[in-house]
C-alpha cells in the first residue's frame, strides 16, 4: 500500500523501539500496537515537511498505528530541549543542534536518522523595494540573520563567503534575536535586511 516517505521514516525509527523485545513468533503480517503514542517536535510549521502533513491528514500513520501528536517547538534549541527532557519522541531540526548536544557532553546524545531536505528554505528580505539586487548591496547595511550558530545564520554566512563579503566586517549581523522572532523584530522597524523561513508561506 502507498505510503509517504516520511510516514517510514518515522515507523522505522518507532520500530527500533518496539521490535527490541520480539521473540521469533511474530510473524511476516504482524501490525504494530494500535494507538503507540509518538511525539514529534517539528523546529517550524514549515513547507518543507508538507509531505508530513499530507500523511497525518491521510490517516497514513494511523493506518500504521502510530497515534502521531504534532508540536511545534518554535527554534532547534527548543526542539532539542524537549527530545532531551522525554517530552517529544522525535525532533525535525537541522543537524547543527545534535552537534552542538554532543560537544556539549552530553551522556546520552541524540542520533540524525534521516534526511528530510537538501535545501534552505530561506529567504532575504530588504525593507525598501530592489529592482537589481546584487550580494554586493549587503556591505555596510543592518541584517538580522538568526540565532548564532543555527541553521539558517550559518547558512546566510556561508553564502555571503561566496560572494565575497565578510560576515564580520562587511555587514553587520544581529543575531540576538531568535529566528522566529526576526520577522517580527523587522516589522517592527530593526535591520535593513532580514533572513526569513518558508514558514512564513504557511498559516
Not at 529592482?131 to 539558517?152: C, H, I, N, Q, Y
Amino acid at each position: 500500500m502507498k505510503r509517504k516517505l516520511i510516514s517510514l521514516l518515522l515507523l522505522s525509527a518507532l520500530l527500533l523501539v518496539t521490535l527490541t523485545g520480539c521473540g521469533a513468533s511474530a510473524g511476516a503480517n504482524s501490525q504494530p500496537a494500535a494507538g503507540k503514542k509518538v511525539v514529534l517536535n517539528e523546529v517550524a510549521h514549515s513547507i518543507f515537511y508538507a509531505p508530513m502533513y499530507v500523511a497525518i491528514e491521510e490517516g497514513y500513520f494511523e493506518e500504521e498505528g502510530i497515534d502521531l501528536e504534532l508540536v511545534t517547538g518554535f527554534g532547534a534549541d527548543k526542539t532539542m530541549t524537549a527530545v532531551l527532557s522525554g517530552e517529544a519522541d522525535i525532533g525535525f531540526m537541522g543537524s547543527e543542534a545534535s552537534i552542538y548536544t554532543y560537544l556539549g557532553g552530553t551522556t546520552d546524545p541524540v542520533i540524525n536518522f534521516a534526511q528530510l531536505t537538501q535545501r534552505a528554505g530561506n529567504f532575504l528580505v530588504s525593507r525598501e523595494p530592489v529592482d537589481d539586487f546584487s550580494w554586493e548591496m549587503l556591505k555596510g547595511t543592518d541584517v538580522l540573520g538568526g540565532r548564532a550558530g543555527g541553521m539558517p545564520e550559518m547558512v546566510f554566512e556561508y553564502i555571503l563567503k561566496k560572494h565575497n563579503i565578510d560576515p564580520a566586517t562587511d555587514v553587520t549581523i544581529d543575531q540576538s534575536i531568535d529566528f522566529g522572532s526576526t520577522a517580527a523584530a523587522f516589522s517592527g522597524g530593526q535591520g535593513d535586511f532580514t533572513v526569513v523561513k518558508d514558514n512564513l508561506l504557511l498559516p
